[in-house]
């Protein structure tokens, strides 16, 4: 048995281009650059500088207003967190007293303190100088 043989492939001169390659065309934006003279393109880019540099005073000019504010608003912000902190600190005294007042074992403590009474159980201790004579 004998294996198929490949087929020679003939290319046609009609399957090849028949226009040349075309040159590569300038961009619409430099070809409209290059027919424009001199003193058009130098308004231009002078009249580009301008409307930039007024677009960057008026940044700064925002920029120098909103500092301040921003530095007031940091101490405004420093203020109310040392509030807060009191506020905690405040908070938690409170927390102790408040599990301190509803602790069956001191309540007799708690009443003695808050009215000056003492129970009847209680001796009453003075304490006196010493006479001293020489």
């Not at 308004?43 to 540099?53: M, P, Q, R, T």
Request: aromatic residues 6%; proline residues 8%; hydrophobic residues 40%.
């Amino acid at each position: 048995m004998t294996a198929p043989q490949p087929l020679n492939v003939v290319t046609s001169p009609q399957s090849r281009r028949l226009y040349p390659p075309r040159q590569r065309r300038l961009s619409r934006r430099s070809a409209y650059l290059a027919a424009q003279s001199p003193l058009a393109l130098g308004l231009e880019v002078g009249a580009k500088l301008a409307v930039n540099l007024l677009l960057l005073a008026a940044i700064v000019s925002a920029l120098m207003k909103l500092v301040p504010y921003f530095q007031n608003q940091r101490a405004r912000l420093q203020a109310v967190d040392t509030a807060v902190k009191q506020a905690e600190t405040e908070t938690a005294e409170l927390r102790t007293d408040f599990s301190r007042y509803f602790d069956p074992s001191q309540a007799s403590s708690i009443m003695q303190e808050q009215s000056g009474r003492k129970s009847p159980l209680q001796r009453t201790v003075v304490w006196t100088e010493p006479d001293y004579n020489p």
